[in-house]
């Protein structure tokens, strides 16, 4: 976990998105195993969406974080830094 953590931290300062080390542990616990539902790795990411993403191994934590914490923050340069994505 050690390692996840170095590349949580470097990836959140290079995107300087610190809730997503918070996000991590929600989705996943830092368990990267598969879920029940088929999602995959430290973020969780479903099949088709670590596609769109261009994540090749939803199991390299690298892959997975990486393509998380920049997807989260081309949504908060889209919506100006609101939560209206997570609206329902």
Known sequence: MHE??????????????????????V??????EESESGARGLMQLMPATAKML???????????VN???SFFKRLQKEFQGTAAYHQR
């Open 54 to 64: 261009g994540v090749d191994d939803c199991f390299d934590p690298r892959q997975s």
């Open 27 to 32: 989705e996943s616990g830092y368990d990267a």
């Open 67 to 69: 393509a998380r914490v």
């Open 4 to 25: 996840h953590l170095s590349i949580i931290s470097r990836t959140t300062e290079r995107y300087q998105v610190e809730s997503e080390k918070e996000a991590i542990m």
